[in-house]
């Protein structure tokens, strides 16, 4: 059973950076598209950038793009989000998520939902 673990939130001055790690367990991450969500207080849970763990193709939402990157380690053990620029807007709790189906990594698959989910980290972001 694959289970993800989030780190590396906190709080952040506006214009800041902040690196989240996804760290898989239970099961290899290969063939697995891995996603970056976040909620905002008040707000639904939007997909924000997500990842083919075995063709690297990536999808990013227009409010990410220049700003937020996502990447993998050599052992496709652990997904990484990079946001730089962070502002305010960008505050909430961010989770990461996998589904195995091939090459779900879309903007479509935000909205079918993804399999497994982590628990999730704050983000928050002063103005």
């Known amino acids: 059973q694959l289970q993800l673990v989030e780190s590396g939130g906190g709080l952040v001055h506006s214009g800041g950076s902040l690196r989240l790690s996804c760290a898989a367990s239970?099961?290899?991450?290969?063939?697995?598209?891995i996603a970056w969500f976040r909620q905002a207080p008040d707000e639904e849970r939007e997909g924000v950038i997500c990842i083919n763990n075995d063709d690297g193709i990536t999808y990013i939402k227009g409010f990410a793009k220049g700003r937020f990157t996502i990447s993998r380690d050599g052992a496709k053990t652990t997904v990484y989000l990079q946001m730089d620029r962070l502002t305010p807007e960008d505050t909430g709790m961010y989770y990461c998520a996998a589904d195995r189906r091939t090459h779900y990594c879309s903007a479509v698959a935000f909205y079918q939902g993804y399999r497994y989910w982590g628990p999730g980290i704050q983000v928050t972001v002063s103005s």
């Open positions: 239970g099961a290899p991450l290969d063939g697995y598209a």
